[in-house]
Nanobody
Framework: QVHLAESGGGLVQAGESTTLSCVSSGSIVAIYSRGWYRQPPGKQRELVAKFEAAERTVYADSVKGRFTISRNNTKNTIYLQMNDLKPDDTAVYFC????????????????WGQGVQVTVSS
């Protein structure tokens, strides 16, 4: 089965930087998107950044220019470089993959990591 494991995060101060990593295991024969979502306390889960088809990137307006998504396909890993962190960035960050378990599967599936806490203090 597919497993996404995030690492990184923790407590950081405003203005500092940190990097999140997500290592995937298991088989996804067709990946449609890979990225990061976050859920601030008391708010809904929201997109942070993702790779779409052909490695096109999409960023939330709130993080554009500060966050950078990258990947190492050989290591089956995606990263989120988070610079100039702000208290509003405090959230649980989730790794996400949208894909198909097999080419015969029509419906796309969502795969989520367990989430990692990022707390930005002022």
């Amino acid at each position: 089965q597919v497993h996404l494991a995030e690492s990184g995060g923790g407590l950081v101060q405003a203005g500092e930087s940190t990097t999140l990593s997500c290592v995937s295991s298991g088989s996804i024969v067709a990946i449609y998107s890979r990225g990061w979502y976050r859920q601030p306390p008391g708010k809904q889960r929201e997109l942070v950044a993702k790779f779409e088809a052909a490695e096109r990137t999409v960023y939330a307006d709130s993080v554009k220019g500060r966050f950078t998504i990258s990947r190492n396909n050989t290591k089956n890993t995606i990263y989120l470089q988070m610079n100039d962190l702000k208290p509003d960035d405090t959230a649980v960050y989730f790794c996400h993959v949208e894909g198909r378990p097999s080419l015969e599967t029509v419906t796309l599936s969502d795969y989520w990591g367990q989430g990692v806490q990022v707390t930005v203090s002022s």
